[in-house]
């Protein structure tokens, strides 16, 4: 398992969550959600700076038959532009199959309303789609997902 801490990101069309896992890497914790539009790359970037991440592990949305489709062609290129912008910190795209309906899942269990899971469900998708990317690491023993 390699070392340091990684920050998590769930890109949307109106927010984008991010989380952020502790130095050895064994837990994905909720950050803060950040409004998409011109100055998220920016806000994303100073975010970077101030946890100290190595990495960043975007969730890439896959179709369930493993086919990308429009939403992935959005993420690719809002990552080439994160890329520019937070260099030389690397990107890693991540499947993210089932990781909102996952996070919505654990907000549900845990007593919050619709209501209020609206607020903080790109942050807990960002967060599962970490501890995934985290989990799946440890147990291959290698870095998961694609590199950018």
Same mark, same amino acid.
């Given at each position: *398992?390699?070392?340091?801490?990684?920050?998590? !990101?769930?890109?949307?069309?109106?927010?984008?969550?991010?989380?952020? +896992?502790?130095?050895?890497?064994?837990?994905?914790?909720?950050?803060?959600? !950040?409004?998409?539009?011109?100055? /998220? #790359?920016?806000?994303?970037?100073?975010?970077?700076?101030?946890?100290?991440?190595?990495? +960043?592990?975007?969730?890439?949305?896959?179709?369930?038959?493993?086919? @990308?489709?429009? /939403?992935?062609?959005?993420?690719?290129?809002? +990552? =080439?532009?994160? %890329? !520019? /912008? #937070?260099?030389?910190?690397? #990107?890693?795209?991540?499947?993210? &199959? *089932?990781?909102?309906?996952?996070?919505?899942?654990?907000?549900?269990?845990?007593?919050?309303?619709? &209501?209020?899971? &609206?607020?903080? #469900?790109? %942050?807990?998708? =960002?967060?599962?789609?970490? %501890?995934?990317?985290?989990?799946? @690491? &440890?147990?291959?023993?290698?870095?998961?997902?694609?590199?950018?």
């Amino acid at each position: *398992m390699r070392r340091g801490r990684r920050h998590g !990101v769930d890109v949307g069309d109106v927010r984008i969550g991010v989380s952020v +896992c502790d130095p050895d890497g064994i837990l994905a914790s909720p950050v803060e959600t !950040v409004a998409a539009g011109p100055k /998220a #790359i920016a806000r994303l970037a100073e975010l970077v700076g101030e946890h100290e991440v190595f990495e +960043c592990v975007v969730g890439l949305p896959v179709g369930l038959s493993g086919r @990308e489709g429009p /939403a992935a062609a959005k993420v690719r290129a809002f +990552c =080439a532009d994160l %890329q !520019v /912008a #937070i260099d030389p910190v690397p #990107i890693r795209l991540f499947d993210e &199959r *089932m990781s909102t309906m996952t996070a919505d899942t654990l907000l549900r269990q845990s007593g919050r309303s619709t &209501r209020t899971t &609206r607020a903080i #469900i790109d %942050q807990a998708a =960002a967060t599962v789609i970490l %501890q995934t990317a985290l989990d799946s @690491e &440890r147990t291959r023993g290698s870095a998961p997902g694609e590199s950018l």
